[in-house]
């Protein structure tokens, strides 16, 4: 049974830095997609950026400039590193693994920016 697990969110002060953490289970993060998305309240959940099995790194419009995905293969985890935070990256974080076959989805961890 496949499982992704977010964590690392919280509070956090505009200009500050969150690492979120999407750890894998029943799966190889190095044979899926691995992508992180956001949803805000009141609006539709985007795309943050992703990482294919090979390696290559697609950021969405969030992620440009600020924002980081990383694997480690070894702990099955992949990070989000968010740098510069504005009040409007305030939304739930959720990460999906996508082969083409299967998708799946974590429960999300919960990012607010606020001084």
């Known amino acids: 049974q496949a499982q992704l697990v977010e964590s690392g969110g919280g509070l956090v002060q505009p200009g500050g830095s969150l690492r979120l953490s999407c750890a894998a289970s029943?799966?190889?993060?190095?044979?899926?997609?691995i992508s992180w998305h956001r949803q805000a309240p009141g609006k539709q959940r985007e795309l943050v950026t992703l990482i294919t099995p090979g390696g290559r790194v697609v950021r969405g419009n969030p992620a440009k400039g600020r924002f980081t995905i990383s694997r480690d293969s070894a702990n099955n985890t992949v990070y989000l590193s968010m740098n510069i935070l504005k009040p409007e990256d305030t939304a739930m974080y959720y990460c999906?693994?996508?082969?083409?076959?299967?998708?799946?989805w974590g429960q999300g961890t919960r990012v607010t920016v606020s001084s």
């Open positions: 999906n693994a996508d082969n083409g076959v299967g998708s799946y």
């Open positions: 029943g799966i190889s993060i190095e044979s899926y997609a």
